[in-house]
Each structure stands twice: as structure tokens, then as C-alpha cells.
């Protein structure tokens, strides 16, 4: 066995190639953030004043959105179909812009412009783990909303295409549901992640004899029912000698010593957990909650190559298709050079594990906390750069396809790309304004409308009496459309690329406009 950790020399390692357009780097700030499993992190300053994006944007149509502005630093080229989903949330370890924009739920487009923004429910809460998910046979929008401190205290949200609620799903038995894992399986069950206090004896750690441990809890739900199928304790199969943590010196914070932060089902139906605090990877039982290898970590069951760096606190386990493993291999703040995505060759019959790949962002940048690694239909590699303001995505070779930024206070747990086809049941927003000489201004947007191709503005006598007086591309979330009309109400129509209405915003009667 090796006490290694994940990390690599050895592998086949994916040329790093500058961005010509990226954030200008500058000095380094480093902040400490909640003793409940947030490391020292860091980010670069930019040095221009255009470097970063918009804190915040704003629509005449929709005043009430106003999401982060995102910039892309690498403009999309062989990129896999679908649009980006992040949920962008402040960093609260640094110190909040006045004017930053809403945490929320996400949708872009390759420009990095919103298709659909939902923010959070209140100031203190987040949206995390953003993604779209299957349940029931059809394609659903899920998320995380509720608040953290390094572990989470909420709900799961689900959408249909429509963007209508579908469901809310709750942890159960009393546990508050966690940020780190929302996980639809094919038996419309849910997988998700609780952080539960438990009371141990943590004096020959140098804690309390008294003390508290925070465990990883695994719960499978039945969404319909809330029914709770399987429950599993880290405490139960995994001893806290195995952290690479202390126990907190103020007994007031229990002791994260496992820290759980993905579950994946692995294909004999055995569930794959990843555990920050301890730098390992489990293989659980689905029938006993015994564990069946541990990969990485102080007890690794697995030979693992000389050159694996230690104590990586990784991210994002999933089981590929190929049999291979990936995972978003984070790295230490100011011992390694950088966080990257890799892909882990297992051989569970030798008990071996390789780096196949591995994918580095070009600026060498260390993901302190959270991230993600997607491998796409094709082969490309998505990586979300969690406290990093970063995502990314590759092709399978290393070459950099694409890379955004948000706001240097902005971060994203998890980012992804999808296919996504949505058709809200909220109709078209419509705001005006009036110019000189007739000139009317129309500012038209429909949130998570996909498949808009052209706006077409209306304008007549009565709202029964439009008649098409402009039609212009759609472009971006809101687009802008100038007419001259002295008639007293106008309209937009949304149209598909074959011409197709899709929806039409309410008549208005144009600011000081008469009849």
C-alpha cells in the first residue's frame, strides 16, 4: 500500500499554452476563510481596469436580474453543443463589492452572455451544484439553495423545461440537506451529502475528550415519497486517524475530519465517495456500507505512482464510461504549482492506479476550495475552477477550447456544459422608450428562452391591431430594437430560425406616447 496522495510527475503531461487574451496577472492576495474545511485561497489582481467583467448587469426588460457579468478570455472553437451552467455566488471570504451582482443560477451562452438567470432566494443564501439531470425520462434543471459555512443547510431544486417547479427534495430523518452532491439516479432516487455532529472522544487527536465530529452522511432519497432508502455514516466505516486535519483548537466548531464532497455510483451499482479532509476516495457497499478500497489517503489500497503528490484534498470522483476515474485534483495553496483535472487509469485486479491525463489551466492557478472536472460526448473536458473565477473547456488532446472569467470576487462550486432546450411559461418582457421624431426604443428579453432566433417588434391603433413595422436577430439576453411609430401601442414576437412564433410579449403603450 501507499500513504500517497493524488498528484502527478510521471504522466503524459498536457502542454500548457498561454492565453493570449487572459486576465492580466498581478499581486496575490490570500485570505483565510471558515475553519469548516475552507483553506488559504488566492487569486490574481488584474492590472487593467477592463481586465475583469462587469460586477453586475443590468436590463431595461428585467430590472429585477442582475446576475455577474461574465468575460470570455478564450473564445469558444470546436467546443461541445449546449450552453454553460455555473452558480455564481461572492466569495465571503473577501469583502463584498457594493455594487456586485446577484448569486444565482446560470445558464450561457460561448459569448458568456445569460440565457436564463434565477437569483438566490434571499442576501445569506446560495444556489450550488448547477447542473441538468433526467427524472422520469425528460431533461430537468437541479440545484442546492440555502446557506453554508463550508458545509451546506438546505433544500434541492427541480425544474422542468419551463422552467416550473418541479419538486423540492429534503434530506431526511432530521438532517438539513448539503451543497456538495445532488445526485438523480436511474431509479428516480436521489443521492445526496449531510454534514451530521456527533459526539467523540477526539482527546488522542489533541481535541476535546468531550468533543464533536462533523461525518460525512450519505442519504438516498425516493424524490416522490421522501422516503429515506440508505443512509451511510462516515463515522461508522471511516475513523477520524485518517484525516489529515487537527481538531480545532476552539471546541466551539466540531471537527470536520472527512468532509465529503461528491458520490458517484460506480457500474456495479456500488457508490464512489470523495473525502477532502482525509485525500482519498472511497468505494462503498451499496448493500453493507462496508469499504470495499480506499484510493489515495493515509490506508490506500492502491500502488500508486512515485510521483503522485500528497495530501491534494481533491474533488468530483466520477467513474467514466472507459473505467477510468477523473477527478478535479486541487492541490495545496504555496506547495503545488497548480489544480488540474485528471484522469486515473485503475487496474482493481493488481490494485494499481496511473494518470492517463491531466488538465492544468494555462495560468497555473490553485482552486484552494470546491471544482469539478465533465467529460463531454465527444471527448472534450470541462473543468470548473471553484474558488478560482474560472471554467474552462479542452479537448480531450489538452488544447484549450475555451475559458471564461467572472468577477474577480465571484467563484462557481461546479461548472458544466449541456444540451439544454427550454421554453418558459412566463411570457416575453417588454420595456420602451420614447425619442425624438417618433423614435420608440424597444427592450425585449424572455428568460430561458433557447430557441429564439428573431425579434419581431408590432405596432398599431389598438393591441388587437398589430401589424409588423422591424425584425431584428435576437442579441443576447435583452436586445434593443428601434422603430419610428406614432402609433399608440407596440409589441415584440418571438420567432424560431424557421419563423416559428414562439411567444409575444403583452401590448404596452410606449412612455409619453399618445393617441
Not at 456495479?268 to 480506499?294: F, P
Request: proline share 6%.
Amino acid at each position: 500500500m501507499s500513504g500517497a496522495g493524488f498528484g502527478g510527475g510521471s504522466s503524459a503531461k498536457t502542454t500548457r499554452r498561454r492565453f493570449l487574451e487572459v486576465v492580466a496577472g498581478g499581486a496575490a492576495w490570500v485570505a483565510l476563510t471558515s475553519t469548516l474545511g475552507c483553506e488559504l485561497t488566492r487569486r490574481s489582481r488584474a492590472t487593467e481596469s477592463n481586465a475583469w467583467p462587469e460586477p453586475a448587469l443590468g436590463y431595461r426588460s428585467r430590472p429585477d436580474l442582475r446576475p455577474p457579468g461574465v468575460r470570455v478570455v478564450k473564445e469558444a472553437r470546436g467546443t461541445a453543443a449546449g450552453f454553460v451552467f455555473i452558480a455564481p455566488k461572492k466569495d465571503y471570504a473577501m469583502e463584498h463589492p457594493e455594487d456586485a451582482g446577484q448569486d444565482g443560477a446560470m445558464i450561457l451562452d460561448n459569448h458568456g452572455r445569460p440565457v436564463w438567470f434565477r437569483p438566490a432566494r434571499s442576501e445569506g443564501e446560495n444556489a450550488m451544484d448547477f447542473k441538468v439531470q433526467r427524472y422520469k425520462g425528460r431533461p430537468v434543471l437541479t440545484w442546492w439553495e440555502g446557506t453554508h459555512t463550508g458545509y451546506g443547510s438546505g433544500e434541492y431544486v427541480i425544474l422542468d423545461d419551463s422552467y416550473r417547479e418541479v419538486t423540492r427534495v429534503r434530506a431526511g430523518n432530521g438532517y438539513k440537506g448539503d451543497h456538495h452532491e445532488f445526485f438523480i439516479t436511474p431509479r428516480d432516487t436521489a443521492l445526496l451529502t449531510v454534514y451530521g455532529r456527533a459526539s467523540r472522544d477526539l482527546s488522542h487527536l489533541g481535541g476535546q475528550e468531550d468533543g464533536e465530529a462533523l461525518e460525512g452522511i450519505i442519504q438516498e432519497v425516493d424524490i416522490e415519497t421522501g422516503q429515506v432508502l440508505f443512509e451511510w455514516h462516515s463515522l461508522d466505516h471511516v475513523a477520524p486517524e485518517e484525516s489529515y486535519y487537527e481538531p480545532p483548537e476552539d471546541p466551539i466548531w466540531p471537527f470536520d475530519y472527512f468532509h465529503i464532497n461528491s458520490i458517484e455510483i460506480d457500474h456495479d451499482d456500488h457508490l464512489l465517495v470523495s473525502a477532502r479532509r482525509t485525500c482519498a476516495v472511497y468505494k462503498i457497499n451499496r448493500q453493507t456500507g462496508e469499504v470495499m478500497w480506499r484510493l489515495c489517503g493515509k490506508m490506500s489500497d492502491f500502488e500508486l505512482d512515485s510521483n503522485f503528490r500528497t495530501r491534494a484534498y481533491q474533488h468530483d470522483a466520477r467513474r467514466q464510461p472507459d473505467g477510468t476515474l477523473t477527478l478535479f485534483d486541487n492541490g495545496v495553496l504555496d506547495v503545488h504549482e497548480n489544480s488540474r483535472g485528471i484522469v486515473l487509469d485503475l487496474d482493481e485486479d493488481a490494485m494499481t492506479a496511473t494518470i492517463a491525463r491531466e488538465y492544468d489551466h494555462p495560468e497555473d492557478r490553485v482552486s484552494a476550495t470546491q471544482g469539478n472536472m465533465q467529460v463531454l460526448p465527444g471527448g472534450n473536458v470541462f473543468v470548473g475552477w471553484g474558488s478560482e473565477p474560472l471554467f474552462s473547456e479542452f479537448h480531450s488532446d489538452g488544447e484549450l477550447l475555451f475559458g471564461a472569467t467572472l468577477p474577480r470576487w465571484g467563484e462557481s462550486y461546479r461548472a458544466f456544459r449541456f444540451p439544454w432546450s427550454g421554453q418558459p411559461e412566463e411570457d416575453p418582457a417588454l420595456a420602451t422608450e420614447t425619442g425624438p421624431e417618433d423614435l420608440v426604443t424597444l427592450y425585449v428579453s424572455w428568460n430561458g428562452a433557447t430557441e429564439v432566433a428573431t425579434w419581431q417588434a408590432l405596432a398599431g391603433p389598438s393591441p388587437e391591431r398589430l401589424r409588423p413595422v422591424e425584425t431584428v436577430p435576437r442579441d443576447g439576453f435583452e436586445t434593443t430594437i428601434a422603430v419610428r411609430t406614432t402609433e399608440p401601442y407596440v409589441g415584440v414576437r418571438a420567432r424560431d430560425r424557421s419563423g416559428r412564433v414562439l411567444g409575444a410579449a403583452r401590448p404596452v403603450r410606449p412612455e409619453n406616447s399618445t393617441e
